[in-house]
């Protein structure tokens, strides 16, 4: 048997007080003792009501797309026989609004980007490792930079290690006889 509207209604008003607990930083086990059930069932609860809000969200939003898609369509109909009777204004109008359309469904095909390397020829990028991602970035505000060779094993995180690096093997210097 199914529980009844007012039991939702109470379980709906405590995942929504839950999350609230849960965002002001108070553990499953905190939030557990408060209602009083076990914290295996808060933690549950928890999961519960974020997949419901993240449901939600999703419904919210392919609804606004059907509704928009819906006026989209009504527009493009209403200038779809002018257009095709050669009507210029129309056809750019019909072309916006196909190009709305396709948009608002994922539709556009993604562009390719090329990043311009020295003397304006592409710059190889092939595995998209972080160090060869971190070599391109230090190249890419350079004038006439050449491309550096790439190390994947190289260790881009952080430009001071090297001054630091240096400073050391400076200070050894200074130590010896």
Same mark, same amino acid.
């Not at 086990?29 to 419901?52: V, W």
């Not at 969200?57 to 527009?75: K, M, N, P, W």
């Given at each position: 048997?199914?529980?009844? @509207? =007012?039991?939702?209604?109470? #379980?709906?008003?405590?995942?929504?007080?839950?999350? %609230?607990?849960?965002?002001?930083?108070? !553990?499953?086990?905190?939030?557990?003792?408060?209602?009083?059930?076990?914290?295996?069932?808060?933690?549950?609860?928890?999961?519960?009501?974020?997949? @419901? =809000?993240?449901?939600?969200? #999703?419904?919210?939003?392919?609804?606004?797309?059907? %509704?928009?898609?819906?006026?989209?369509? !009504?527009?493009?109909?209403?200038v779809w026989p002018d257009a095709s009777d050669g009507d210029l204004k129309a056809g750019e109008q019909a072309r916006k609004y196909i190009a709305d359309l396709t948009e608002l469904f994922g539709l556009k095909v993604p562009v390719r980007t090329e990043i311009s390397g020295p003397d304006g020829g592409a710059i190889p990028f092939s595995s998209g490792e972080a160090a060869e991602v971190m070599a391109l970035i230090d190249i890419s505000d350079r004038d006439n930079a050449e491309i550096p060779a790439i190390d994947p094993d190289a260790d881009y995180d952080d430009e001071d290690d090297e001054s630091a690096q240096e400073t050391d093997d400076e200070d050894d210097s200074d130590d010896s006889p």
């Open positions: 048997m199914p529980p009844s @509207k =007012a039991k939702q209604a109470l #379980v709906a008003k405590r995942r929504s007080e839950m999350l %609230i607990m849960k965002i002001q930083g108070r !553990t499953s086990a905190q939030i557990g003792e408060h209602f009083g059930i076990s914290p295996a069932t808060a933690r549950s609860d928890l999961r519960r009501a974020i997949q @419901k =809000a993240r449901d939600m969200e #999703v419904h919210d939003a392919e609804l606004y797309r059907f %509704i928009q898609g819906s006026r989209l369509e !009504t527009l493009l109909r209403g």
